[in-house]
């Protein structure tokens, strides 16, 4: 593990909603410095997604079909039987995660990668959610970098900038 006591996130940032009655789309945009094969490996590989995902997959997310995600870092663990819809490598991973559609996007930026994720959230969850995966974004690129400083997700959000980034993002989005 490198210097996982010394991250803390920076402000919000790279986020927006789309409202549509409570059924609202979060979007989240981060510019990562690895190529989009090197990205796709990491949202799609099971020991990958363990590394910064909030959730464990029971196998590769890199081919359409049914999927088993567990959410990790809550109480008791919450299991979805859901789907892959799409995969379409290196570019484009869409599956369900409980009721929520999860979009990813990967085009080539420079040597890099810009990777966009559509989350449908519910209103009163949104602040959370772009909290969240702005914590596991930055847990994925050092990952990607091979400095991981292992997953941050649940309670252990908290002691990493969590409410402060929550809070920044519900002001931000003016809920």
């Known amino acids: 593990m490198h ?10 940032a790279g986020a927006e909603v789309r409202k549509d009655e409570e059924k609202w789309t979060l979007i989240v945009v981060r510019e990562l410095r690895h190529p989009p094969e090197k990205v796709w490996q990491a949202l799609t590989d099971p020991a990958s997604l363990r590394e910064w995902a909030p959730f464990d ?3 590769s997310l890199g081919s359409v079909g049914p ?39 990967l085009e080539p930026f420079g040597i890099g990668t810009r990777l966009t994720l559509w989350h449908n959230i519910d209103r ?10 702005h914590i596991c974004l930055d847990v994925l690129d050092r ?8 997953r941050i997700v649940g309670g252990d959000a908290m002691k990493f ?5 929550n809070a920044e993002y519900a002001r931000q989005f003016g809920i």
């Open 161 to 165: 900038g969590w409410p402060r980034l």
């Open 67 to 105: 999927v088993r995600l567990s959410t990790v870092g809550t109480p008791a663990p919450q299991v979805s039987d859901t789907q892959v819809t799409r995969a379409e490598a290196p570019s484009l991973l869409e599956y369900c995660w409980g009721d929520n559609k999860l979009r990813w996007t």
């Open 3 to 12: 210097d996982r006591d010394e991250y803390m996130p920076g402000p919000a």
């Open 124 to 133: 009163g969850f949104i602040a959370m959610g772009a909290a969240g995966w």
């Open 143 to 150: 990952f990607l970098a091979d400095a991981p400083i292992g």
């Open 57 to 59: 997959a029971d196998r």
